[in-house]
């Protein structure tokens, strides 16, 4: 399987446009990498890939990745889309699509309901599109096997923000030869599922958006804690640091990083930390060619 990083940043991007934290002043003077929002493409074969979440980003991203532009005329690589949620960093890059003949659309029915209920979504819906959902079984996506893993999550603020079953999804994404990836950008809580699956996986991905509960609080950003936003924390109790304890694969990542997570700054404290773990943060832009059961694959970023 192959599986590149298209984005590996949480709304906004890094540097967000309407902020000047050390971070996104660091990227701004390319002392730190830029970063576009959290995505990532997979391929059974090389030749047809999914998008994991399509950000408003997309279309840069595409361009970057020679594997992903397009064949001739009118025709792309990308033959589907699946979506972990309904918020705008993740969905919206799906209206970028709107000139696709045939494209394949996949969901939790929470998150198509959600998204649905926006005339401009519709479309994809419709023949020659579909948009079908996951909710708790396995799919058989252009060669590759895709099983939802039911994570606790909310809802978008913009659809009410509450609480319902489906709001958020991991998704487990395996090929024909039996290797594994875990791709979970987003969740609110650490639980038993999302654990479990992450043992089972060869590479790793999970949501890094913030460091603790309080970031964006204590660093005069925001004013909500990062469980009240639908992330759980790196650090802390309940920290999502403690899903990696149990991992053994090498590749283990963060991603959805925000702008105001201190472990963006190598030098950091927290960036120490991660590195003792064994974990790293993803990087836009890094191509990885995995293989079952192993504790390695061939990275290059």
Known sequence: MQVHVLGSAAGGGVPQWNCACSNCAAARDNRLPH????????????????????????????????????????????AAVVLTDANIDH????????????????????VRATLLDNPMFE?????????ETTDGVETAIAGLRVTPVAVPGSLPAYAGGARVDGAMTAYSIEDGKGARVLYAPVFAEVCVELARAARDADAVFLDGS?????????????????????????????GSLSI??????QH??????????????????????????G?????DGAVFRLHPSQAKANADA
């Open 123 to 131: 479309p994809f819906s419709r023949s020659p599109r579909a948009w």
């Open 91 to 110: 969905a919206a890059g799906l209206l970028d699509f709107r000139q696709a003949g045939s494209l394949n659309v996949y969901s939790s029915g929470a």
């Open 35 to 78: 970063r576009t929002q959290a995505s990532i493409a997979a391929s059974a074969d090389g030749e047809t890939w999914v998008l994991f979440n399509a950000s408003t980003d997309v279309r840069a991203q595409i361009e970057r990745d020679s594997a992903l532009t397009p064949r001739g005329v009118r025709r792309s690589p990308i």
């Open 244 to 249: 990696f304890a149990g991992v053994r694969t």
């Open 210 to 238: 913030f460091w603790t509960d309080d970031e964006l609080i204590s660093a005069g950003l925001g004013t909500r804690t990062a469980r009240e936003m639908g992330h759980a924390p790196i650090a802390g109790d309940g």
């Open 279 to 283: 974990v790293r943060i993803a990087e």
């Open 252 to 277: 283990k990542y963060y991603t959805h990083i925000n702008n105001s997570n201190p472990a963006l700054d190598p030098a950091s404290a927290q960036a120490a930390t991660l590195r003792a773990a």
